[in-house]
């Protein structure tokens, strides 16, 4: 055995599944003095070289699966901070939600008040509009437990996130989602906040005022009804005999006329605010033209198919229907005053009173003029909007009316069209198709009107007048009216009516009149 190399090795370990990948192998080495053979040292020297390149491979093998095992726990714990992060954002910002309600209710007491109404989250009563509410799907509007606990934080997560229009108020509108998405869909087509933006809506409103009424009287006036004074002046509004202004132009006429006896100052809302101001404070009627805010919805409800989306296909509204061109308010006599005559024996109501969505309205209402006359069917159209009225005010109350009339929005710093918003009690919009007439009457609350389309004439007189309007008698369903037809006086049987004085006024798109308590006011639809 001299001179012999002897060479022990320890079996290699074949990692594997269970195996430690780092594992490598050593080698004993016991040599005599004898020179290596040549084959002996090739096939050592093989061994050594394949063992360094496995040696590598494992390593390169083990410093890969460290990287990307090192990479996915990074990843998985981005992802948890990321998400964490996210949901206390979206739990702070609900509890600042409520932090605000529970503050603006302590503070307001109107606000509290329409809370507990809760008809804001409403924009149809059908299924055009779902409310948010019946999203819970046990119908259990968010109620007690887990799931009502999980479902109310839905809600005010969506709320949250819910784009809000810049018309947008807390306690009262359409706070619908789908009212919402309509708004903002139409918000990007119609931009609305800069001079270029009011430019537009300036000339597009323009477009749709046809007609031009010159004041027939102006040369007798000690004013001009487009220049008025800063302060009223003396017998404002001038007015004439109401047979010589019906004369001039019959109220079963809608076909426009030239020259009117108009009476009422018109002022520009970006001039003459404070003018109109001076007025609004003498209690004393007249005409604002060009609010933009006015403007801006008079554009958006002139786009075609519009409305139709606002109101739904299905919901049915408030309309009443008469054989004629003739509407009368009226309510459901008391049996007392059946019995003391104050109601005639033969009464019966004026009109008939139904619902029905606003695109059968339209088709009864859009018709060409051979098939209008005093004598044909005609229908009103009615929607309202309750607000601090709450519940039984109207089936299908129309909440989004506070969306798309901000200017009749109940908050502070509104004089001119809402010096009480606290007293607000709704806001009424009346669709009357060509003919229509409201006969003349007053009310008992302040009224600002504005028109959204159409031209529509009134004919207004004095609360002085009041004995010569001959007004029904009190009890009477239709109480607060005239006895007159004005269309066709008899003047042997209402001899005071030929005393009467009285003015008139055409609105146009885009004005608004303000009509104080118990002013007389007779209305005629001239266009759609």
């Known amino acids: 055995m001299n001179n012999q190399q002897v060479h022990k090795r320890a079996s290699r370990a074949i990692p594997n599944g269970n195996a430690d990948p780092t594992t490598t192998t050593s080698t004993v080495h016991k040599t005599s003095q004898r020179p290596k053979s040549t084959l002996s040292t090739h096939d050592d020297s093989d061994s050594r ?16 699966t460290k990287t990307n095992q090192a990479q996915q726990k990074r990843a998985l714990l981005l ?30 007491r109107l606000a ?34 887990l799931g009502g606990g999980l479902f109310n934080l839905r809600h005010h997560l969506l709320k949250v996130i819910q784009y809000k229009h810049s018309d947008y108020m807390q306690y009262v509108g359409d706070h619908s989602i789908a009212y919402s998405k309509l708004r903002k869909e139409y918000d990007a087509l119609l931009p609305f906040g800069d001079e270029k933006s009011l430019e537009r809506i300036k000339r597009f409103v323009a477009n ?12 007798d006036m000690p004013y001009d009804v487009h220049n008025c004074p800063m302060h009223p002046p003396p017998n404002y509004p001038y007015a004439w005999n109401v047979k010589e202004v019906l004369d001039n132009w019959a109220p079963d006429d809608p076909n426009p006329r030239e020259y009117i006896y108009q009476g009422l100052c018109v002022f520009d809302y970006e001039t003459e605010r404070e003018k109109a101001m ?9 005409v604002i033209r060009d609010d933009p805010r006015v403007l801006r919805t008079v554009e958006r409800w002139a786009q075609d198919g519009y409305l139709q989306r606002l109101l739904g296909e299905n919901t049915r509204y408030r309309t009443e229907y008469s054989p004629n061109n003739h509407f009368m308010y009226w309510m459901r006599p008391k049996k007392k005053n059946m019995q003391d005559h104050t109601v005639p024996e033969d009464w019966k109501p004026p009109t008939e009173m139904t619902r029905m969505p606003f695109s059968e309205w339209l088709h009864h209402a859009n018709v060409t003029d051979d098939k209008l006359g005093p004598d044909m069917e005609h229908w009103y159209f009615r929607l309202i909007g309750c607000g601090e009225m709450g519940r039984n005010c109207d089936k299908d109350s129309s909440e989004y009316l506070f969306d798309e009339l901000p200017f009749f929005q109940p908050r502070d710093g509104n004089p001119l069209y809402m010096p ?42 004095h609360p002085d007048q009041c004995e010569n309007m001959c007004l029904l008698p009190r009890g009477h369903p239709s109480a607060r009216h005239s006895a007159v037809d004005w269309s066709d006086p008899d003047w042997e049987q209402f001899p005071k009516f030929a005393d009467a004085e009285v003015n008139e006024v055409v609105m146009q798109a885009g004005d608004v009149m303000y009509l104080p308590t118990h002013w007389f006011h007779y209305i005629i639809s001239l266009e759609l």
């Open 112 to 145: 509290s008040k329409l809370m507990r109404l809760n008809r804001k989250n409403q924009m149809r009563v059908d299924l055009d509009n779902p409310q948010i509410m019946t999203d819970d799907p046990n119908g259990s509007g968010g109620g007690g437990g």
């Open 278 to 286: 001076k007025y609004r404070e003498a209690e004393l009627p007249f």
């Open 420 to 461: 009480e918003p606290r007293r607000q009690k709704g806001i009424h919009c009346r669709f009357g198709m060509k003919g229509v007439i409201a006969e003349n009457h007053f009310d008992g609350s302040r009224n600002s009107i504005a028109l959204l389309g159409g031209e529509r004439r009134y004919i207004l007189a």
């Open 208 to 219: 749709l005022r046809k007609n031009e009424y010159k004041n027939a009287m102006q040369h």
């Open 79 to 108: 992802e948890a901070i990321l998400g964490t992060a996210f949901l206390m954002i979206m739990v702070l910002l609900v509890l600042q939600s409520l932090q605000e309600n529970d503050h603006e209710r302590g503070n307001d």
């Open 49 to 64: 070289h394949t063992d360094v390149e496995t040696v590598k491979r494992l390593r390169r093998l083990r410093r890969k």
